[in-house]
């Protein structure tokens, strides 16, 4: 089965940095599209960043361009989220989710998502 674990979440001060993983098994990782998705309470859903299978090319919601680095390594099977220089608006659950391509069109098709993982900003 299709699974994918989200983890490193976490609270942390404004200004600071936190990495968010994402475990994916029950499927060959390698050849998929990964993107991270987040939603504070009380809001809808919110595109993050997205990366192709192989891994070279990348895209960011304006919110956090320059703040966030998506990367990920296929041999781990692990997408990776490093958010830098965090803002009081970056609060929110982040859900790791599967594409159905190796790489993505607008709109995004997600086929899979995990549970998500609590990042909290506070001082």
């Known amino acids: 089965e299709v699974q994918l674990v989200e983890s490193g979440g976490g609270l942390v001060q404004p200004g600071g940095s936190l990495r968010l993983s994402c475990a994916a098994s029950?499927?060959?990782?390698?050849?998929?599209?990964m993107t991270w998705v987040r939603q504070a309470p009380g809001k809808g859903r919110e595109w993050v960043s997205v990366?192709?299978?192989?891994?070279?090319?990348?895209s960011y919601a304006d919110s956090v361009k320059g703040r966030f680095t998506i990367s990920r390594d296929n041999a781990k099977h692990t997408l990776y989220l490093q958010m830098n220089s965090l803002k009081p608006e970056d609060p929110a659950v982040y859900y790791c989710?599967?594409?159905?391509?190796?790489?993505?069109?607008?709109?995004?098709?997600?086929?899979?998502w995990g549970q998500g993982t609590q990042v909290t900003v506070s001082s």
């Open positions: 989710a599967k594409l159905r391509r190796s790489s993505w069109t607008v709109p995004l098709s997600h086929d899979y």
């Open positions: 029950g499927f060959s990782f390698s050849m998929y599209a």
């Open positions: 990366i192709n299978s192989v891994g070279g090319s990348t």
